[in-house]
Structures are given as structure tokens and as C-alpha cells.
């Protein structure tokens, strides 16, 4: 079944413990992103893949960091995460942004950072 | 600067008809449009590209307004399926926008019986 998969769902830290969220497709897509989901705010990107070991700043880097060593793979590591990084995240892949081709979204991971 | 989105919510019967805006300051290549359950992640609706050309799905429509940079997506004979929460992305022209996608603060619809 195609589809992108993310770990884990739901996350509870503290300030300053670093961490990792895993996103894995199994599409062959070669572009990824992730995105965070806060009330009235909609989506925001936060950063892009368009291959292997090509990566891009989004909307809202800060904080951030992601490596792409692998095509199916696209973590994103928080290396001290604060209360404002508390939000949804989702993993989505492309075959690619450009000539029309949809995103497949991942199943979302709760993080809430105390 | 994210695209604005309106109206920021909709409520219909079912059966009738709406439609969602998003425009952008910017000069676009492509609007991406997507619905989310709540509790789901966003599902694919629809792509324009500049240029004309359309993908998408067979009930939903949507126009792209180069000139204006504006998208609407057109909700034909609503079906208590089309509830949920919809959101615009869209993409620029310039060279360093290139796979960045801007997403507006979506458009929360709820079709009733």
C-alpha cells in the first residue's frame, strides 16, 4: 500500500530534550516536506526536500533541522525544543511539486513540548 | 506571506452551492487545493497550474485567475462528504520559490442534512 508513515503519533517532552520525528515513504516521490498545523493558522512549511541531500528552508525553519541521505526517508529533529514548537506536524510526499503532481500527507504527529 | 483565504467558514444545506477564494500578493505557477477530516490529515483535491492547465476531482471544480492571483474552488450540489476544512496552497514564480508551497489559513465548510 502506498503511503507515508511517520513516527511517532503522539509525543509529550520537556524543553531542551532533543528529538527526533521519523518520516519514511514508499513511493519513490522525490520531493518531501514538512509542515506544522496550529489553530487559524493553517499549514506551515517548514522544510522541503526536492531529492537526496537537496533540502530547503520553509516558512518557518527555526528550530528546525532535517537531512534527506535517503530518498525514502525525511526526518525532522527539534535539537532543543521549546513550548512554542508544541503543534501538529505532518510528513507529505510528491513524485514532484512542479507539473501538477499531488502531495501524500502522513498521519500527523501531536507534539507537545512542557 | 501566506495566501488569504475567504470565507474562513461556510455552512450549507446539502445540495447547495459555494464557493472558497484564496489570492495571493504574488505572481503564481501553480494553487494547490486540499480538504482535511477533522482528526485526518489533507487529502489531495486539485491542482491548476499557470498556463491553464487543471487536474483534479471529477465533483469539485476550481478556476485559476493568473492576471489576479486568485484561485476559487467551486463546491457544485453539496454532499454532507464535502464537510471539512479546506485549504489553498500555492506556489510562486520566482526562482528561489521553487518547491516551497504556501499554504492559505483555510476555509472550515459544514454541510448539514
Known amino acids: 500500500e502506498a503511503q507515508v508513515t511517520q513516527n511517532p503519533r503522539y509525543l509529550i517532552t520537556v524543553t531542551g530534550k532533543k528529538l527526533t520525528v521519523t518520516c519514511s515513504q514508499n513511493?519513490?516521490?522525490?520531493?518531501m516536506s514538512w509542515y506544522r498545523q496550529d489553530p487559524g493558522l493553517g499549514l506551515r512549511q517548514i522544510y522541503y526536500?526536492?531529492?537526496?541531500?537537496?533540502?530547503d528552508k520553509g516558512d518557518v525553519p527555526e528550530g528546525y533541522k532535517v537531512s534527506r541521505k535517503e530518498k525514502r526517508n525525511f526526518p525532522l529533529i527539534l535539537e532543543s525544543p521549546s513550548p512554542n514548537q508544541t503543534s501538529l506536524y505532518f510528513c507529505?510526499?510528491?513524485?514532484?511539486?512542479?507539473?501538477?503532481?499531488?502531495?501524500?500527507f502522513g498521519p500527523g504527529t501531536r507534539l507537545t513540548v512542557t | 506571506q501566506q495566501p488569504v483565504q475567504s470565507p474562513q467558514a461556510v455552512i450549507l444545506r446539502e445540495g447547495e452551492d459555494a464557493v472558497i477564494n484564496c489570492s495571493s500578493s504574488?505572481?503564481?505557477?501553480?494553487v494547490h487545493w486540499y480538504r482535511q477530516k477533522h482528526g485526518e490529515a489533507p487529502v489531495f483535491l486539485m491542482i491548476l497550474l499557470k498556463g491553464g492547465e487543471q487536474k483534479g476531482h471529477e465533483k469539485i471544480s476550481a478556476s485559476f485567475n493568473e492576471k489576479k492571483q486568485q484561485s476559487s474552488l467551486y463546491l457544485t450540489a453539496s454532499q454532507l462528504s464535502y464537510s471539512g476544512t479546506y485549504f489553498c496552497g500555492t506556489e510562486t514564480e520566482t526562482t528561489d520559490s521553487w518547491g516551497k508551497l504556501q499554504f492559505g489559513a483555510g476555509t472550515q465548510v459544514v454541510v448539514t442534512p
Open positions: 513511493m519513490n516521490h522525490e520531493y
Open positions: 504574488k505572481a503564481l505557477y501553480s
Open positions: 507529505a510526499s510528491s513524485h514532484s511539486l512542479a507539473g501538477g503532481y499531488e502531495q501524500y
Open positions: 526536500s526536492m531529492n537526496v541531500e537537496v533540502t
